[in-house]
């Protein structure tokens, strides 16, 4: 009796908010209206593109990065952890800050990527180097912690059975770590969904190019259309939610998965 | 040789595509906007792409400030609007500035109030009272204004000697711009605020309280063409239109003033 009133009350202050906000947003007309409208649906686009790009780059990257931190013995190894775990902490303002002084117009890199042509802030590839920047640790994290755990064992087994080293990771390493995978990928990815600090000072704001959809709630908000603040904002839980239902749902089936298998 | 004829048709074909007129690729002219210009250029957007056909506009809008440090660090804008002068010229001195500095509106300062106001805010003088005032952040160019309304204010009669000291302390919140202010009024969040008269005419939920006019003071509103502009010709364009009768009227009729 004495833990539940105040697990109750923590509970309720977390859900009230969210949930008034979802009711809120399917009460009025503010969703049907929203939905139709240029600034919330532009920017719905936008961030399914940018966070499926985003996502691509951290998966083909990330997971060498996983693997070599799971696996590999080297020098500075702690180091290249806590560089890895550092966004995670990191302020996104502080992160969006950093991005704009290497790649700006007067960054430290700016000037030799202009003489190729390229400029990088304020544009939509600066919102995919931002999530990039701020949702790839959730990847690595998870990623190593599952590839971690896969039973060498097995691996061996395959390779005494003369399978490769190609065919080792396609058919043991890789389904093996599948559900920690699946559950960094899917944080991973609404991490990128939900960046904000280091989008606004990096990208700007520029609707139907760096505006995704949590940069429509800011500027709405700032704006004075509540509306269409709300039906955005409304979005972007109801995608976390399931997010997270689902990385539950996932771990739930592999629990029992297990058990039959045990 | 059989096979050389339709890998010869199909460069042909090519060719033909490369060669056949289409039409024009629109250009998409970026325009970095202070916030209180937000909704008429909502209008002027409709307009202008009317009478320039071709011609696509991205607007963007934010605090004059903001914007003006964005395109210091590189943001691809073609034409930057400000709610005052000094922003411009920031960008002129520093060489981001293609041609002069064009002033193409003004616009006067204004008291709100939520509408059913619980603090009953009947002249500024109330503002010295226990109420919560929100205000602009000092870079947001209305706190200039508004500092020099208040200051004038403080030196009528019917004032408390002690009026801009009282309001600087009522200040609970100080937002990044304009349009944020009005929010929080509209929300009932603040019980006053300056802001412009185009703010107070394009809200539904908030009430306007007279300013003695010799306490009144004219922002102005002005614009530049971006150095870095992809599109030059198309920029000066669009800020000259702006300033012609066409853009005049779209910006009077939301209650901006010609420019003094």
């Given at each position: 009796m004495t833990t539940r009133v105040p697990a109750g009350l923590l509970v309720v202050f977390l859900a009230l908010p969210v949930g008034f906000l979802v009711v809120q947003a399917f009460a009025g007309r503010a969703m049907t209206d929203a939905i139709a409208s240029p600034a919330v649906r532009d920017a719905l686009v936008l961030s399914l593109l940018t966070t499926t790009v985003s996502l691509a780059i951290i998966v083909a990257l990330g997971t060498p990065l996983a693997l070599l931190l799971a696996r590999g013995r080297f020098p500075g190894r702690a180091l290249v952890e806590t560089v890895v775990d550092l966004p995670i902490v990191l302020p996104p303002s502080v992160a969006g800050l950093a991005l704009l002084l290497v790649f700006g117009s007067r960054g430290a890199l700016g000037g030799a990527l202009e003489v190729a042509g390229i400029s990088i802030p304020f544009t939509t590839l600066a919102v995919v180097l931002a999530q990039v920047f701020v949702a790839a640790p959730f990847f690595v994290?998870?990623?190593?912690?599952?590839?971690?755990?896969?039973?060498?064992?097995?691996?061996?087994?395959?390779?005494?059975?003369?399978?490769?080293?190609?065919?080792?990771?396609?058919?043991?390493?890789?389904?093996?770590?599948?559900?920690a995978l699946t559950a960094g990928l899917v944080l991973c990815w609404s991490r990128a969904l939900g960046e904000f600090g280091a989008t606004i000072m990096f990208a700007g704001n520029v609707p139907g190019?760096?505006?995704?959809?949590?940069?429509?709630?800011?500027?709405?908000f700032q704006a004075g259309d509540l509306e269409a603040s709300i039906a955005a904002a409304a979005i972007l839980i109801l995608a976390a939610f399931g997010v997270l239902l689902a990385v539950r749902t996932l771990n739930w089936r592999r629990a029992l998965d297990l058990r039959a298998g045990g | 040789m059989t096979r050389r004829v339709p890998a010869l048709a199909l460069v042909l074909a090519l060719v033909a595509c490369a060669t056949t007129p289409s039409p024009p690729e629109p250009v998409e002219l970026t325009v970095y906007a202070a916030a209180s210009l937000r909704n008429a250029l909502e209008q002027v957007e409709a307009a202008y792409e009317i009478a320039a056909p071709g011609i696509n506009l991205v607007i963007a809008t934010d605090s004059s400030a903001a914007l003006r440090t964005q395109i210091e660090q590189g943001a691809p804008a073609d034409v930057f609007l400000s709610a005052?002068?000094?922003?411009?010229?920031?960008?002129?001195?520093?060489?981001?500035?293609?041609?002069?500095?064009?002033?193409?509106?003004?616009?006067?300062?204004?008291?709100?109030?939520?509408?059913?106001?619980?603090?009953?805010?009947?002249?500024?003088?109330?503002?010295?009272?226990?109420?919560?005032?929100?205000?602009?952040?000092?870079?947001?160019?209305?706190?200039?204004?508004?500092?020099?309304v208040v200051y004038v204010l403080a030196r009528l009669a019917g004032y408390a000697a002690d009026f801009s000291s009282a309001y600087a302390a009522n200040v609970v919140s100080r937002e990044d711009n304009v349009q944020a202010i009005v929010a929080k009024i509209e929300l009932g969040e603040g019980d006053a605020a300056f802001?412009?008269?185009?703010?107070?005419?394009?809200?539904?939920?908030?009430?306007?309280?007279?300013?003695?006019?010799?306490?009144?003071?004219?922002?102005?509103?002005?614009?530049?063409?971006?150095?870095?502009?992809?599109?030059?010709?198309?920029?000066?364009?669009?800020?000259?239109?702006?300033?012609?009768?066409?853009?005049?009227?779209i910006l009077a009729e939301l209650g901006f003033l010609p420019p003094s």
């Open positions: 994290r998870a990623a190593r912690a599952g590839l971690a755990n896969v039973d060498r064992q097995l691996e061996d087994a395959a390779r005494d059975l003369g399978a490769g080293e190609r065919q080792v990771a396609r058919h043991v390493t890789l389904p093996l770590a599948a559900p190019r760096t505006q995704t959809l949590p940069l429509v709630v800011y500027g709405e | 005052d002068l000094g922003n411009p010229q920031q960008l002129y001195d520093a060489g981001l500035a293609d041609g002069e500095i064009t002033i193409f509106a003004g616009n006067t300062v204004v008291l709100i109030v939520p509408f059913d106001t619980p603090a009953a805010i009947r002249t500024p003088a109330d503002l010295a009272r226990d109420v919560r005032i929100v205000a602009a952040g000092d870079e947001v160019p209305i706190s200039k204004y508004v500092s020099n802001v412009y008269q185009t703010d107070a005419l394009a809200s539904g939920s908030v009430r306007t309280v007279p300013i003695p006019d010799e306490a009144n003071v004219q922002a102005n509103y002005a614009g530049v063409v971006i150095a870095t502009s992809a599109h030059p010709e198309a920029a000066r364009a669009f800020l000259h239109w702006l300033t012609g009768p066409d853009g005049r009227a």
